[in-house]
């Protein structure tokens, strides 16, 4: 129980942080790839009933890249996965053709994530990348336990001089 409340407010620490200097807001927008969905199914974690208990009112939203990423896999495993992706809202992504996951959370982000963004991935590489952009709060499965990432190393340095 302990560590619910310890866990809880390090995520209220991190959103605040996001809110005074990046003007994120509640309800936060949460953009969730397939590798997210297929870890949440692995490990039983209800991505709706959890995600508002850990960071508070939420949208869940994914793109159709992101969708079309994961119905192009065709495996029959990620076919849960698919589903609770295809249930979430649909953030607009503007790719006429559709282009990787990774490569269209990144397009969206770009310019100091002006949408707000959430990113909730299990992609090591696309959470590593991101990293490098200020302002994205990133957001993974470790073990069966949702987890903010604290602001990136550039995160902090940028906002250091900002004030």
């Given at each position: 129980?302990k560590?619910?409340?310890k866990?809880q407010?390090?995520?209220?620490?991190?959103?605040?942080?996001?809110?005074?200097?990046?003007?994120?807001r509640?309800?936060?927008?949460?953009?969730?790839d397939?590798?997210?969905?297929?870890?949440?199914?692995?490990?039983?974690?209800?991505?709706?009933?959890?995600?508002?208990?850990?960071?508070?009112?939420?949208?869940?939203?994914?793109?159709?890249?992101?969708?079309?990423?994961?119905e192009?896999?065709?495996s029959?495993?990620?076919?849960?996965a698919?589903?609770?992706?295809?249930s979430?809202?649909?953030?607009?992504?503007?790719?006429k053709?559709?282009?990787?996951?990774?490569?269209?959370?990144?397009?969206?982000?770009?310019?100091?994530n002006?949408?707000?963004?959430?990113?909730?991935?299990?992609?090591?590489?696309?959470?590593?990348?991101?990293?490098?952009?200020?302002?994205?709060?990133?957001?993974y499965?470790?073990?069966?336990?949702?987890?903010?990432?604290?602001?990136?190393?550039?995160?902090?340095?940028?906002?250091?001089?900002?004030?």
């Amino acid at each position: 129980k302990k560590m619910k409340v310890k866990r809880q407010k390090r995520v209220a620490k991190i959103l605040k942080y996001f809110h005074l200097n990046f003007g994120f807001r509640k309800p936060f927008n949460m953009l969730v790839d397939g590798t997210f969905c297929a870890g949440c199914l692995e490990a039983k974690v209800n991505i709706k009933e959890q995600m508002p208990k850990y960071v508070g009112e939420v949208n869940l939203v994914t793109t159709g890249c992101c969708i079309t990423e994961i119905e192009s896999i065709g495996s029959p495993q990620l076919y849960g996965a698919t589903l609770i992706l295809k249930s979430m809202t649909l953030f607009r992504c503007g790719h006429k053709t559709p282009v990787g996951a990774g490569k269209c959370i990144k397009s969206l982000v770009k310019n100091g994530n002006p949408h707000h963004l959430i990113i909730a991935s299990q992609d090591p590489e696309l959470r590593e990348s991101l990293r490098n952009i200020p302002g994205i709060p990133l957001l993974y499965l470790h073990g069966n336990s949702p987890t903010l990432e604290k602001p990136s190393e550039l995160t902090e340095n940028l906002t250091e001089t900002i004030s």
